[in-house]
């Protein structure tokens, strides 16, 4: 037997050591989160964000297309459903 890492248990050991290349590893796995949820979003008509890694995981917001569109089945297990909406429209900040 042999101990197993996720892979966001391995970034957060390698910033938690401050290691050198925690940070570049980081933006690596960020990276292909969003590839991998552009590819998932555009094979399902729906809108992707971007993948960030926050509190020991990595995940990617998604969105409906448009309003009333259905969560696609295949994704209804992963979160609660009452999150699935359209993006909102960003809001500039007032100074």
Same mark, same amino acid.
């Given at each position: 037997m042999a101990f197993q890492l996720r892979i966001?248990?391995?970034?957060?050991a390698l910033?938690?050591?401050?290691?050198?290349? @925690?940070?570049?590893?980081?933006?690596? /796995?960020?990276?292909?989160?969003?590839?991998a949820v552009r590819e998932?979003?555009? #094979?399902l008509n729906i809108v992707p964000g971007e993948a960030t890694f926050?509190?020991?995981?990595?995940?990617?917001?998604?969105? @409906?297309?448009?309003?009333?569109q259905a /969560?696609?089945?295949v994704l209804a297990h992963y979160?609660?459903?009452?999150?699935? #909406?359209?993006q909102l429209p960003m809001q500039g900040l007032l100074i």
């Open positions: 966001e248990e391995i970034i957060s910033q938690e050591i401050n290691h050198p290349k @925690a940070r570049s590893l980081t933006i690596a /796995l960020e990276e292909l989160g969003t590839i998932l979003c555009s #094979s926050d509190l020991g995981f990595v995940a990617a917001p998604i969105y @409906a297309s448009e309003e009333g /969560l696609p089945a979160d609660d459903q009452d999150e699935w #909406s359209v």
